[in-house]
């Protein structure tokens, strides 16, 4: 009787405790949205130059934000981390390089014990946190340049059809997914709640580092200064960006062997390192047991590196 008795206010409790999860989830989860939407814009002050300036938020470190603040030479990762998308503060990009110098460092002192493998792994660590960022920038810009020529597109149609230059702004906020999306929403919310138009499409250009958006910011701050077909300018920018992806489509299919023989190089000493290990194991583990052999293999690492990035940077072509 006791067991069944438990058994009901057992089933009793995960069927409210499920219910209330359910009523309470998705409240939470918008609140929470609308708290980060407002991160963004808020608190705006003014400094003494008149410019409106919205605070950055802090890390779980505070004090590593503020001190990086005062740092000269230190906005530069405030900027990457505006342009990669991603949520997080300069303090807590280097306070993450430097636990993973650490980490890599003794990593290295434990399991390579060369004098060279843990100030090399140091410096790596420090770099990673900032490669993963660059990368994220990278990707986010890729596709923001992909959607850009639609979001042209989309004001064009809204000024011909009648339609102010700021709301066409927002139609492509409210259409188009991310990162156009959210981007122009910014630069459209910034408008709204006092900045100069200028300065929020500038703020638009510094986000993303394109050199379409400049050309998009330069046209409007001159259409709006002298006059002009606005429409048919974003139409004409549409089309050019839309060349330009096709050409450059065209370079990587003629740059296909190169990149495919970069890729290639890389890989066939580290194949060739794991076939010889399975067939000779002996001669292999002098590799890792003798300082010589170690010093070998970080010198073979380092030059393939070197390889692959000068491959790159051969079969690389701007268009």
Partial sequence: ??????????????????????????????????????????PIVLDTDDSVVAQAPSGPVPAVDRLLAHVP????????IAQSGVQTTPGTIVLASLVVAVLAAGSAMVFVRHPLAAPIAAAAGLAAPFLWLMHSRKT???????????????????IRAGHAFQTALGMVADELPAPVGPEFRM??????????????LNGL????????????????TIQRESG?????????????????????RQVRTHTAHGRFTGYVLLALPAALAVALARLSPDQMNLLFRESMGRTMLMGAVVMQTIGYFWIRRIIKIEV
């Fill in 1 to 42: 009787m006791v067991a069944a008795l438990m058994v009901f206010i057992l089933v009793v409790g995960i069927v409210l405790g499920v219910y209330a999860a359910a009523r309470s989830i998705p409240k939470a989860m918008a609140e929470r949205r609308l708290e980060l939407r407002l991160q963004d814009f808020s």
């Fill in 73 to 80: 030479g230190t906005g530069w990762i405030a900027r990457l």
């Fill in 140 to 158: 986010r810009v890729a596709k923001f340049e992909e959607q850009f020529p639609e979001a042209l597109d989309l004001m064009a149609r809204a």
């Fill in 187 to 200: 630069a459209f919310e910034q408008q709204n709640f006092g900045l100069p138009l200028r300065e929020a």
């Fill in 205 to 220: 250009a510094d986000r993303i580092p394109l050199l379409d958006i400049r050309f998009f910011v330069t046209a409007v």
């Fill in 228 to 248: 002009g077909n606005l429409s048919e300018i974003l139409e004409n920018l549409a089309h050019v960006v839309r060349e330009r992806f096709k050409i450059r």
